[in-house]
Nanobody, 120 residues
């Protein structure tokens, strides 16, 4: 059994910063993909930033230069450092991971989400 859990959301003023964390746990052989997505009220879930198992990253245009995704392979954790936050960044942020377990099964998992609210 494997799982992912996010943390780090909260309320911040415009221009502020937050760091989100997503920890993968369980019988993990490898993590082949980890990404951050967000969903604002009335909108579809969208990619914010992601990282392949090989370390290649990509960012949504709206966050390029402000957000940074990093990963700690020892801790099985991916981070999203969010700087210069704007009101339009307000959303529930979800972690997505593709994990290979020790039973040879690959899981595609979503976390429960963490709320980020940016106030002006």
């Amino acid at each position: 059994q494997v799982d992912v859990v996010e943390s780090g959301g909260g309320l911040v003023q415009t221009g502020g910063s937050l760091r989100l964390s997503c920890v993968a746990s369980g019988s993990i052989v490898s993590i082949n993909y980890m990404g951050w997505y967000r969903q604002a009220p009335g909108k579809q879930r969208e990619l914010v930033a992601d990282m392949t198992g090989g370390g290649r990253t990509q960012y949504a245009d709206a966050v390029q230069g402000r957000f940074t995704i990093t990963r700690d392979n020892v801790k099985n954790t991916v981070y999203l450092q969010m700087n210069s936050l704007k009101s339009e960044d307000t959303a529930v942020y979800y972690c997505n991971a593709v994990i290979l377990s020790d039973r040879g099964r690959e899981y595609a998992l979503w976390g429960q989400g963490t709320q980020v609210t940016v106030s002006s």
